[in-house]
């Protein structure tokens, strides 16, 4: 199934209860496990370097922000991501490996809809995401039903190809990473279901209907940016 090395990147802001969780059972697939901390308050770190990972401090705050250094700093072909709060299966990054793989993907996203368990989403963050992906679909015209999923594989050739074109470093770089790996048409993309479960710890999201906002904006601004390129 492991044809090539793959870097899994966790991104982490106080999340030591989910470290805890997470980090003794990743699958043996994964060759390397970098933790990006945008500085966090509680013992996170400490958890963190109880286990064979590498662990970057960055002290300025931004969700994209750590996905990026993550990323640059991952050393082989293929890079995984994954929440901190262990919400997303960590246990499914083997059967979405081998999925990529077979398929010989460039990018693929774990979509957690339709959603199973739904204790694991607030009803306004499950239809906030529904609705930013329809829209972003309609924007678009390439129906994706995960818009701003925290969970996806791609190539570190991708991510070189598409990486210095991302803005955002923060809640938007997840959607807009997507849009320019499906807008690309030298970029093979893809979904795959998994089952989400509950978070451990609190969400950072902050104000959802101002995210909603700027999120809808962002949308829309790449959707002109990438019109006028064209």
Known sequence: MKQKKISLVIPCLNEEGGLRKILPHI????????????NSSDNSVLVAKKY??????????GYGLALRRGFDAA???????????????????????????????DFLVACRFPLINKKAL???????????????????NFQITDIYSGMWIMSKKTWKQIGPKVRDDKWFFSAEIKI????????KFNEYWIELQERIGFT???????????????????????????
């Open 27 to 38: 699958p043996n697939v994964v060759d390397e496990v970098i933790i990006v901390d945008g």
């Open 75 to 105: 050393k082989n072909d293929i890079i995984a991501t994954l929440d901190a709060d262990s919400t997303y299966p960590f246990d499914a990054i083997p059967k979405m490996l081998d999925y990529y793989l077979k398929n010989k993907l």
């Open 122 to 140: 607030a009803i306004k963050n499950f239809f906030g995401n529904l609705f930013l992906a329809s829209i972003t679909s309609y924007i678009f």
């Open 204 to 230: 950072k999201a902050g104000n959802l209907w101002i995210h909603g906002i700027r999120i809808l904006l962002h949308t829309i601004f790449e959707k002109v940016t990438l019109s006028i390129k064209n």
């Open 180 to 187: 320019k790996a499906f807008t690309n048409k030298g970029i």
């Open 52 to 61: 064979k990972v590498k662990v970057i401090i960055e002290k300025r705050r």
